[in-house]
């Protein structure tokens, strides 16, 4: 299906790579359309753990790393508005939730979204991740529902399907399948391994990886069930 229009979007995670994985086609539609769209970036993925085989950096060089994958891949979406919030990887689910919530609610004053792209609270996996989602429902709870823009939720928790049952939003991003594909080299300190047996299905015509890469997958958060404490 189609995406709809929208006047502004506002995409939030916490990690570099988040967004190519699993909405950089869906940002490559918005941004091709001329659509306003501002990527808040929380972290720079500063605690991830893997220095290659054998090491390629340190830990004190990895987040220069992380920046300057996070600009091309930014570049290759065609993001405009790219913003490192500055946060440290790994303690967002330590961070005081009025704050949290507080960053989230002056973005959305500054970009003025009718849609905001994050992580869906319970099916997101990591820790960051649910910390992330906490706060966007947080900060969007706090809107008259007339006034407050749509969220559509990235979850992948095993349980998902189970759940919440079928995504809302089956987002065919074909036509940006080399954009999704290059933004997810841009992260090569986090993908090289991973692309290249991804790479090597999709020569082969591997119906799943097809699906997966031109496929992108959205829940709509419904507030008059918000579950989020």
Not at 26 to 54: D, S
Not at 60 to 89: C, N, S, T, W, Y
Not at 133 to 154: D, F, H, K, N, Q
């Amino acid at each position: 299906m189609n995406i709809q229009e929208q006047k502004s979007v506002l995409v939030i995670f916490p990690h570099p790579d988040d967004e190519a994985f699993g909405v950089s086609g869906t940002i490559g539609t918005f941004t091709g359309r001329g659509t306003p769209l501002t990527y808040a970036c929380l972290t720079l993925g500063q605690m991830g753990r893997n220095m290659g085989n054998p090491p390629f950096t340190t830990r004190e060089e990895l987040p220069k790393i992380r920046q300057k994958e996070l600009l091309d891949a930014a570049k290759v979406m065609g993001i405009q508005d790219l913003r490192m919030m500055g946060f440290r990887d790994k303690t967002l689910e330590f961070e005081d939730d009025q704050k949290m919530a507080d960053m989230v609610t002056t973005l959305i004053n500054d970009v003025k979204p009718s849609l905001i792209i994050s992580f869906y609270p319970g099916y997101a996996v990591h820790p960051d991740h649910e910390a992330t989602a906490r706060a966007v429902v947080r900060a969007m709870r706090a809107i008259p529902a007339s006034e407050r823009p749509t969220l559509y939720g990235v979850a992948f928790a095993n349980n998902t399907s189970q759940k919440l049952g079928a995504p809302h939003v089956l987002h065919d991003v074909s036509t940006m399948r080399e954009v999704k594909l290059s933004a997810m080299r841009a992260h090569a300190s986090q993908t090289v391994w991973m692309l290249a047996d991804l790479e090597k299905r999709l020569q082969a015509g591997d119906p799943e990886a097809k699906a997966w890469v031109e496929t992108e997958r959205f829940y709509i958060y419904d507030f008059d069930k918000d579950t989020v404490s």
